[in-house]
């Protein structure tokens, strides 16, 4: 048995499948692929396996604090969730290692996404016999918190950062005002619906 075989890279989510389409749909866009909130790598494992599958190397981040800091699941609540430093630890080794097997280029930033927005406002360094500065975002899973003015703040920074053909993908989309959030800041930013299923919804600029 390979060592890809025995990691284990457990989702928390359903209808991963959409994921796996808007990564597809987004294979010839330039830019990276993003995931605000990695947890386990469950998300992470979909987008890697699409990119690998269809021999597409792009650069894929991702974007978690951990710490079992306070997290908005929805529009009305602030709780601790089990997003632990000791997850990160057990999950991160896994995850890089995955990725590496798929020949994926793994960059993590242990931090909220508005640090993140704040630092990395004019891209991301890229160090591969060159240094590189990538600003563009083909593919956006957006996992993190789960409250409305959360999520616009972070499709506000993302709008102008995809090109035409990139897609975003929203988790959870039941958990707080996803439809204004549609009309407010998605379609606004040049957006249409992709698909929607169960949970998630992914679209694509156009």
Not at 62 to 83: C, F, K, S, V, W
Not at 115 to 135: C, I, N, Q, W
Request: with cysteine; charged share 25%; hydrophobic share 35%.
């Amino acid at each position: 048995m390979s060592f890809l075989n025995i990691i284990n890279l457990p989702g928390d989510s359903q209808n991963y499948e959409v994921i796996a389409k808007a990564v597809e749909h987004s294979l010839k866009v330039d830019g990276m692929t993003c995931e605000i909130g990695l947890r386990r790598g469950g998300g992470t494992k979909v987008i890697v396996d699409t990119l690998a599958a269809n021999n597409v190397k792009k650069v894929h981040i991702a974007i978690d604090p951990y710490g079992n800091i306070e997290y908005r699941p929805d529009d009305t609540h602030q709780m601790r969730l089990d997003y632990t430093n000791d997850m990160r630890d057990e999950a991160l080794p896994q995850i890089i290692q995955y990725c590496r097997m798929k020949g994926i280029n793994f960059q993590f930033f242990n931090m909220e996404d508005t640090e993140f927005f704040e630092r990395f406002a004019d891209g991301v360094p890229v160090y591969s016999y060159f240094k590189t500065k990538l600003t563009k975002y083909a593919m956006v899973h957006f996992d993190g918190p789960h409250d409305y003015p959360s999520i616009s703040k972070e499709v506000q920074w993302f709008a102008s950062r995809t090109p035409q053909g990139g897609t975003w993908v929203f988790d959870d989309i039941h958990d707080y005002d996803h439809k204004r959030l549609e009309e407010t800041d998605i379609f606004s930013s040049g957006f249409t619906k992709l698909i929607e299923e169960g949970r998630k919804a992914a679209y694509v600029k156009v």
